[in-house]
T-cell receptor, first 114, second 113 residues
Framework: GAVVSQHPSWVICKSGTSVKIECRSL??????MFWYRQFPKQSLMLMAT?????????EQGVEKDKFLINHASLTLSTLTVTSAHPEDSSFYIC??????????FGEGSWLTVV | AQSVTQPDIHITVSEGASLELRCNYS??????LFWYVQSPGQGLQLLLK??????LVQGIKGFEAEFKRSQSSFNLRKPSVHWSDAAEYFC???????????FGAGTRLFVKA
């Protein structure tokens, strides 16, 4: 079964609103979580690295004020897309790892901004 | 910086034929290497991974990959392709200790009857 769960799997929101996506590690404590974005027919692009209890590290070109990442506990990281616009519509995937172990990917969340 | 190149955007093979998907990586140390498969509209499924040890890695669904340090390659192979293997395949490299994973552009596999 899934060891990393994302919620919601699908979300539609109106332009200008904010939407939150959760990433949970179910069977282990995730010291580090990663957030990716995947546009249709493209590869996964790393957006940010999230360590529990500290600020996320964003990749170049990713707006930190638009994509708010919070890793408040060892089992939960959230990605909030603020003031969403249609161009933010994408497939968002998280992954989680614990020290010295392997990495697990969530099943992804489809965001559609209308 | 780590990077991954998948030179083939798409490949078409006949059902029952052998398959090889190419992957080249760039990383300063010994990398963690992965192959993932993604069906349309779905998440990622891990096919196999290489961290250390035997350079020929066996994965699920009959896939295998060989790590060749001298060529900086980690090509994915399958001796006999099934129609259900049609999907997008991603090679990825992770840094040691942190698993910050960078993905290649992907190779779309088409299987013809």
């Amino acid at each position: 079964g899934a060891v990393v769960s994302q919620h919601p799997s699908w979300v539609i929101c109106k332009s200008g609103t904010s939407v939150k996506i959760e990433c949970r590690s179910l069977d282990f404590q995730a010291t580090t979580m990663f957030w990716y974005r995947q546009f249709p027919k493209q590869s996964l692009m790393l957006m940010a690295t999230s360590n529990e209890g500290s600020k996320a590290t964003y990749e170049q070109g990713v707006e930190k004020d638009k994509f708010l990442i919070n890793h408040a506990s060892l089992t939960l990281s959230t990605l909030t897309v603020t003031s969403a616009h249609p161009e933010d519509s994408s497939f968002y995937i998280c992954s989680a790892t614990s020290e010295g172990n392997t990495i697990y990917f969530g099943e992804g969340s489809w965001l559609t901004v209308v | 910086a780590q990077s991954v190149t998948q030179p083939d955007i798409h490949i078409t093979v006949s059902e029952g034929a052998s398959l090889e998907l190419r992957c080249n990586y760039s990383y300063g140390a010994t990398p963690y290497l992965f192959w993932y498969v993604q069906s349309p509209g779905q998440g990622l499924q891990l096919l196999l991974k290489y961290f250390s040890g035997d350079t020929l890695v066996q994965g699920i669904k009959g896939f295998e990959a060989e790590f060749k340090r001298s060529q900086s390659s980690f090509n994915l192979r399958k001796p006999s392709v099934h129609w259900s293997d049609a999907a997008e395949y991603f090679c990825a490299v992770g840094n040691t200790g942190g698993f910050k994973t960078i993905f290649g552009a992907g190779t779309r596999l088409f299987v013809k009857a």
